[in-house]
């Protein structure tokens, strides 16, 4: 018996997401949509995961206005997102108003398919996302964020998504982000699925390590119904297989997917092309890395993770990271590593690296996963690590969001005249300060993306968003000379250390500052060097100052709250004593090494 196979692309999110660091521009999609919309997709998921931080945070578009030019420029195609269950798209849970509001906006402007997952694939927190999708009318698929440990078997991936069978859902996705299924580990789960349960299965798998057009060609004859690949030029890696294979493979069989594979040539032949345009995003882990089986990294992670470190200057540790994240995934009880429990894992063993102590600063992320505030850990969580993580606080073991009051009324207070619509409302609701910072920024028509620098050979060269030239033409009496910039070390000392070439020889040199007043970035701050000089281990952003001068504070006592690479950490004084000058104010911009605050004992 034929059955057709249907499919989605993720070239318009997830694919770009995996490869180019989510900054693919809504200018770069619509000229080729009229020629996507012809080819018979049963959807193109366009919105959700981070493409909602990234257009607020970096390209300076407004996200709901993508969504409304991307429905307007395919009439013809289902419009799929990927929400977060109660995180939504940002990195907290959210009241039940807001996820109600929120949903309907998002069906409102052209949202068909909702993917919603629980990034610890608890089903508590799918149930009102659920509802709400059926309240617009629309496709509600539960989701499996899959992942291997212990603690997770075919029984109860099939009693997840018999939890969500029984909240409505119409069909189940199994989301392997990190590219961990295998072959016949597919098979068989697909065909627990099916025997089990009479709902659509979608195969979601990332082609990290090289498996993943296997493992949908067994899902597919073990009874799945749909696959989600990625246009070739835009294909395999850390993001998914390719469109055109696939179609390719399955021609002329039992479940020939019917697409026209001429047309999709034309779409892979645009989108090589545009991929160039955004070579500064690309990630450094774009081929087959079977390490993955054992690091569990996915590759929107895996790019972002890399393109982050490489802002820190520490791109060189980026296999001590790798290392270090299975150790504080086991930890925290092997969550998935899915968004947010992958940048809550990630950047802790962030910390724990470039610290060189493991939790010496523990993520506020973390400390609220551990009391429970992102839902049941999948296992059993490391006890010593939670008490000193949450100290005698109670750990809660009730849905989260039972325990938060509706927050819309207060949200459309807080951001007052700058939301202009109910969707300005949410924008700000997902992202407080960078959301504020937008909404602003439209306001007064100073709304920049960042600069995206030119090919090589290709313009004159620019500078990148954080105004810091990567490559660039000197004149020295009347010689030209090319500089790029390849790489900038760690500061220690007082000195960092840059890597460039000069003319494609390569060199290093060492800047060290003539004072000690002289830091990164302009900073008049000088450099830590007793104990109560209270100071941070990575870049970042001053969230909160919680002492003033004159302060009595205690050893291991908050002082600061900062964030860095989307988390929030407190920074503890080392010793105990009085705060004799603070440094710093809300907003700052900080770097690792100097004095934010002086303590004398």
């Known amino acids: 018996m034929s059955k057709r196979i249907t499919v989605t692309d993720t070239i318009l999110r997830d694919a770009h997401q995996s490869l180019l660091a989510t900054r693919l521009r809504t200018e770069d999609m619509l000229?080729?949509?009229?020629?996507?919309?012809?080819?018979?997709?049963?959807?193109?998921?366009?919105?959700?995961?981070?493409?909602?931080?990234?257009?607020?945070?970096f390209l300076k578009e407004d996200p709901w206005e993508r969504l409304r030019t991307l429905?307007?420029?395919?009439?013809n195609t289902r419009l799929q997102m990927l929400l977060r269950g109660q995180n939504l798209l940002g990195y907290r849970h959210y009241s039940d108003d807001v996820v109600r509001a929120f949903v309907a906006k998002a069906a409102e402007n052209g949202i068909d398919v909702f993917r919603i997952f629980d990034a610890m694939n608890d089903v508590r927190n799918l149930k009102v996302a659920i509802e709400a999708v059926k309240a617009a009318g629309k496709h509600a698929q539960g989701t499996i964020a899959y992942t291997t440990s212990p603690v997770h078997t075919v029984e109860t991936f099939v009693q997840q998504a018999?939890?969500?069978?029984?909240?409505?859902?119409?069909?189940?996705?199994i989301k392997d982000m990190a590219g961990l299924l295998t072959p016949f580990a597919t098979g068989d789960l697909v065909k627990a699925l099916k025997a089990e349960l009479d709902l659509p299965v979608f195969i979601h798998s990332h082609d990290t390590a090289g498996l993943a057009a296997m493992c949908q060609l067994k899902a597919i004859e073990n009874?799945?119904?749909?696959?989600?690949?990625?246009?070739?030029?835009?294909a395999w890696g850390t993001s998914h297989p390719g469109?055109?294979?696939?179609?390719?493979?399955?021609?002329?069989?039992?479940?020939?997917t019917g697409l026209d594979l001429e047309l999709l040539q034309e779409v892979g032949m645009y989108f090589h092309a545009v991929r160039k345009k955004y070579h500064q995003f690309e990630s450094d882990f774009t081929g087959v890395d079977t390490r993955v089986q054992v690091n569990q990294v996915p590759g929107g992670m895996m790019s972002n993770l890399a393109n982050q470190l490489k802002e820190q200057g520490a791109l060189d540790r980026i296999q001590d990271v790798f290392a270090e994240i299975p150790r504080v995934r086991e930890d925290l009880g092997f969550p998935p590593l899915v968004t947010p429990t992958s940048q809550i894992v990630g950047t802790q063993a962030v910390f724990n690296v470039l610290a060189g102590?493991?939790?010496?600063?523990i993520t506020n992320e973390v400390k609220l996963y551990l009391q429970g505030r992102y839902g049941q850990a999948p296992g059993a969580v490391n006890e010593?690590?939670?008490?000193?993580?949450?100290?005698?606080?109670?750990?809660?073991?009730?849905?989260?969001?039972?325990?938060?009051?509706?927050?819309?009324?207060?949200?459309?207070g807080e951001v007052g005249a700058l939301a202009k619509s109910e969707e300005d409302v949410l924008t700000f609701a997902m992202f407080p300060d960078i959301g504020r910072k937008f909404l602003e920024e439209r306001e007064a028509g100073t709304l920049k993306p960042e600069q995206l620098l030119p090919a090589p050979g290709e313009g004159a060269p620019a500078a990148s968003s954080e105004g810091v030239p990567t490559?660039?033409?000197?004149?020295?009496?009347?010689?030209?000379?090319?500089?790029?910039?390849?790489?900038?070390?760690?500061?220690?000392?007082?000195?960092?250390?840059?890597?460039?070439?000069l003319d494609g020889m390569p060199e290093e040199v060492v800047f060290e500052p003539l004072n000690a007043f002289v830091g990164d970035g302009g900073s008049k701050r000088k450099q830590a060097s007793e104990p109560g000089h209270v100071t941070t281990s990575m870049p970042g952003n001053v969230v909160d100052v919680l002492v003033k001068v004159g302060d009595t504070v205690k050893a291991g006592q908050a002082v600061l709250v900062s964030e860095a690479m989307k988390m929030e950490s407190e920074i503890q004084a080392a010793i105990a004593g009085t705060v004799k000058a603070v440094n710093v104010a809300k907003g700052d911009r900080v770097n690792p090494g100097e004095i934010l605050i002086e303590i004398e004992a």
């Open 31 to 57: 000229p080729i949509c009229d020629k996507l919309d012809q080819v018979g997709y049963w959807s193109l998921e366009v919105w959700g995961g981070a493409t909602f931080d990234a257009c607020v945070r």
């Open 71 to 75: 429905r307007k420029a395919l009439p």
């Open 162 to 173: 018999k939890d969500m069978a029984a909240m409505g859902i119409d069909s189940i996705a």
């Open 223 to 234: 009874g799945a119904d749909h696959i989600d690949t990625a246009i070739s030029s835009m």
């Open 243 to 256: 469109t055109e294979s696939m179609v390719a493979a399955l021609k002329g069989t039992q479940f020939d």
């Open 357 to 361: 102590e493991r939790y010496k600063t």
């Open 384 to 412: 010593k690590l939670r008490r000193q993580a949450i100290g005698g606080e109670e750990v809660i073991d009730v849905r989260p969001a039972d325990l938060l009051k509706p927050e819309m009324d207060r949200l459309r």
């Open 471 to 501: 490559e660039f033409i000197i004149d020295v009496h009347g010689e030209s000379y090319r500089v790029d910039i390849t790489g900038v070390g760690v500061k220690g000392d007082g000195k960092r250390h840059f890597y460039l070439s």
